[in-house]
C-alpha cells in the first residue's frame, strides 16, 4: 500500500507478470516511473487478474494505466482502477496498451491526462482486445472514448454522471446488469461497486436489516 519509484515495469503490486494468476489483490499506493508503469501490475504476459483493484494515482511517459500499464495476451476480470492516470502517449484509465487482451466485467473512473497520442478513457492503444461490459466515466472529456483506435465497444462511456454508477445499479443499469453481484460485486449506498472480498460495508441490499447474532 506504500508509493512505489521506478523506471520501467513499475506496478503498485507487482512489476512483471508472465503467465501469472493474481487475485483478490489490491494497491493503494501512488506509482510513478517511465515506461510500462501501472497502478497493480507494470507488464502483463500470459497473466491473469481478476477481482483485483488500484486506487493510487499513476504517473510515467509511456504505456500507463491505472491498473496495467501494458498486457500482452491473458485476462482480466472483475477489477477496478480509480486513480489519476498522467502520461505522453500510450495512457488508459484502466490499461495503457493491450494486445490480443480479454476485459470482462471491468470499470475505471481515472481521471485521464496525456500530452500525447493514443490515449483512452479505459485503454490507451488497443491490438485485438475484447472488452465485454465494461464502463468508463468520463471526467474531462479529454480523452472522448473508451479506446483511442476502436471507440466504445463493449464499453459504456458515461459524461461525468457519477450517479450512474453508484448505488441500486442492478440490474437496471447496463453494462453493470450482467455482472455478477451478490458472488463477487456488492452494490453500495451512494457508492461506486466494491468487490465483496473487500469488506467495505454499506451494502444496499442489507440496509435496513437488523443483524442478529448468538452467542
Do not use: H
Amino acid at each position: 500500500t506504500g508509493n512505489v519509484n521506478g523506471t520501467q515495469y513499475v506496478g503498485g503490486l507487482v512489476g512483471s507478470n508472465d503467465i501469472g494468476s493474481i487475485s483478490n489483490s489490491y494497491s493503494t499506493g501512488n506509482v510513478n516511473g517511465s515506461n510500462y508503469v501501472g497502478g497493480l501490475v507494470g507488464f502483463n504476459v500470459d497473466g491473469n487478474i481478476t477481482n483485483s483493484y488500484s486506487t493510487g494515482n499513476v504517473n510515467g511517459i509511456y504505456s500507463i494505466g491505472g491498473l496495467i500499464g501494458l498486457s500482452i495476451n491473458g485476462n482480466i476480470t472483475n477489477s477496478y482502477s480509480t486513480g489519476n492516470v498522467n502520461g505522453n502517449n500510450y495512457i488508459g484509465g484502466l490499461i495503457g496498451e493491450s494486445v490480443n487482451l480479454t476485459v470482462n466485467n471491468s470499470f475505471s473512473t481515472s481521471n485521464v491526462t496525456s500530452i500525447g497520442f493514443f490515449n483512452g478513457g479505459l485503454v490507451g492503444f488497443t491490438n485485438g482486445i475484447i472488452y465485454l461490459s465494461g464502463y468508463w466515466n468520463n471526467n474531462s472529456g479529454n480523452p472522448s472514448s473508451c479506446y483511442s483506435n476502436g471507440g466504445d465497444i463493449g464499453c459504456t462511456a458515461i459524461d461525468d454522471n457519477v450517479s450512474y454508477f453508484k448505488g441500486d445499479v442492478y440490474p437496471s443499469n447496463a453494462p453493470m446488469s450482467s455482472w455478477p453481484f451478490f458472488s463477487i460485486w456488492q452494490e453500495r449506498v451512494n457508492d461506486y461497486p466494491s468487490l465483496t472480498w473487500q469488506g467495505l460495508g454499506g451494502d444496499i441490499n442489507l440496509s435496513g436489516q437488523i443483524q442478529i447474532s448468538t452467542c
